[in-house]
């Protein structure tokens, strides 16, 4: 999908099961840090593990759709960013 496409080429996958999502994707630590800081600036609220090399999804369960896919596309943003992209 987009977020997986975001990762600009490197190694990544997306996987879910109901809400809880994660995104594997292979960054160094700089690029985490800067992963990191665009999610902060856009107010995404994820779990960082640089270390196990995934970022953790786990909205609340009630979230409204739209703005599940808006959070999303927030994440997608700030990936593409972080790897010193435009978004």
């Known amino acids: 999908g987009a977020i ?4 600009g080429g490197r190694r990544s996958s997306v996987r879910h099961l109901g809400l809880l999502g ?5 960054l160094d630590a700089g690029e985490w840090s800067a992963l990191r800081a665009e999610l902060d600036r856009r107010r995404v609220i994820a779990h960082v593990y ?3 090399g995934v970022l953790v999804l786990a909205p609340a369960l009630n ?3 739209q703005v599940m896919e808006d959070g999303l596309g927030q994440v997608r943003d700030a990936l593409v960013a972080a790897l010193g992209g435009r978004s």
């Open 22 to 26: 994660a995104v594997e994707v292979e």
């Open 4 to 7: 997986a496409a975001a990762a």
């Open 63 to 65: 979230i409204d759709e």
């Open 50 to 52: 640089p270390s196990r």
